[in-house]
């Protein structure tokens, strides 16, 4: 097989991309950028005068002396950074991109896997240590779809598993890495064997961190509804949506990947005995359903997780007190901030319902594009965080949109009465 990757050449062999960046890095070097994605997240809004951790009831600096949460999250960034730097540089000397050395030497990126997990939850160094400890705690809580109450941080614990959703495929990708480690013919740097473990186990793990979403809007889902009972009861109004039925339309956007994620696996391992049905009409059914995801998830990035009136009545569209589409309380003051980042989403949106399809993986001359996709992917969230935070901001300080859900805090108090 030549540098091009060509599997019909030799199936075993890493393909070209492959040997410059193996798949351990591919992961190590997302969860990087994600970090530091984070703390640009932070420094900007920090500017503009958006104050992040009030909103994710995150413990204020005890004096003005300590670093500020941005700064922090950069010093942690540039810790990740500096050993991953000088892994890839030493593999790349001792390889040479020579295809038996990349595999003989795969101890250098499943060393800084192990390094990266470690940095992040042993609590032996000061640097970031709130912040890092903060994280594995939220972690631990959404793992399985659990959700704080809104005095604990329940927008954060929102962001935190929407985050998930972008990482996906690196989940994916990090299990594959993991499971070709116990396997002694070709290691984690060989050509990526995404059918480790059997034909469900990476669209299942890919599937988690849409089910904890789900799970997560259930839980807000049923809160509503008790706070609302509980508001009856004592004779108070109740909210538009007074049973809930936003997080139950958010669940099932939610819920609108896992048909992508399915009829993923099953072209993959296509059996016309088995399915019942030709690999083109499939196909088509597949496409049907991204078609129903992406479209569906950017309706909900612009109308309901940034307020946006592109989509409401021609009267909220047309409003001539802010520009068209937008709303009236702003903290990108350029209007044609949003119309970029509109077209932005709607283009990664696309993309991105693709790449969860785990039955393009098994062209491995794509692997480099597939690699490109999970980086737009961390681009376009970290893009999202920007407006979500903005209009929790707004919500919080300019008082709700006209049919947002905001009978939490009274559910809460209901809850310790």
Request: glycine share 8%.
């Amino acid at each position: 097989m030549d540098g091009d990757g060509d599997p019909a050449v030799d199936p075993e062999r890493p393909d070209g991309f492959t040997l410059v960046l193996p798949l351990p890095y591919r992961v190590a070097l997302v969860v990087v950028l994600g970090v530091w994605a984070w703390g640009l997240n932070l420094h900007y809004l920090h500017l503009i005068h958006i104050d992040v951790p009030a909103l994710i009831r995150y413990p204020s600096r005890p004096s003005s002396t300590h670093p500020t949460h941005h700064l922090s999250t950069y010093r942690l960034a540039t810790l990740l950074t500096i050993p991953l730097l000088f892994s890839l540089a030493l593999f790349w000397l001792l390889t040479h991109g020579d295809a038996a050395l990349v595999q003989q030497w795969s101890v250098l990126p499943n060393l800084y896997l192990l390094l990266l997990c470690l940095l992040f939850i042993l609590p032996y160094h000061d640097l970031s240590k709130s912040g890092r400890a903060r994280t594995v705690a939220t972690l631990k809580r959404i793992s399985l779809g659990g959700l704080a109450e809104a005095a604990d941080g329940k927008f954060g614990d929102i962001l935190m598993a929407d985050a998930l959703t972008s990482y996906a495929k690196v989940l994916g990708d990090l299990f594959v890495c993991l499971c070709m480690m116990l396997k002694a013919a070709h290691g984690s740097t060989g050509r990526p064997d995404r059918a480790c473990g059997g034909w469900f186990m990476v669209p299942l793990i890919i599937s988690i961190p849409s089910m904890i979403r789900l799970r997560q809007c259930l839980i807000e889902h049923l809160r509503i509804r008790r706070g609302n009972q509980a508001a009856r009861r004592e004779g108070l109004a109740v909210g538009k949506d007074g049973w809930g039925g936003q997080h139950l339309a958010n669940a099932l956007k939610y819920a609108s990947a896992f048909p992508v994620i399915v009829l993923s696996a099953l072209q993959r391992g296509y059996d016309p005995a088995r399915i019942g049905m030709s690999e083109t009409g499939l196909f088509r059914l597949w496409l049907l359903f991204v078609f129903i995801n992406s479209f569906y998830s950017f309706y909900w990035d612009v109308a309901k997780d940034w307020d946006l009136h592109m989509f409401s009545s021609k009267s909220e569209r047309d409003n001539p007190e802010y520009p068209w589409g937008l709303r009236r309380h702003r903290y990108f003051h350029t209007p044609e901030i949003y119309y970029g980042v509109i077209i932005v989403d709607l283009l990664l949106r696309c993309t991105w319902s693709f790449k969860l399809s785990p039955h393009l993986d098994h062209f491995n001359d794509l692997e480099g594009g597939i690699f490109l996709m999970e980086i737009l992917e961390v681009f376009r969230r970290w893009l999202w965080i920007f407006f979500r935070v903005e209009t929790e901001w707004v919500r919080n300080n300019r008082g709700p949109a006209p049919d947002d859900i905001m009978l939490g805090d009274y559910a809460n108090k209901i809850d310790e009465d």
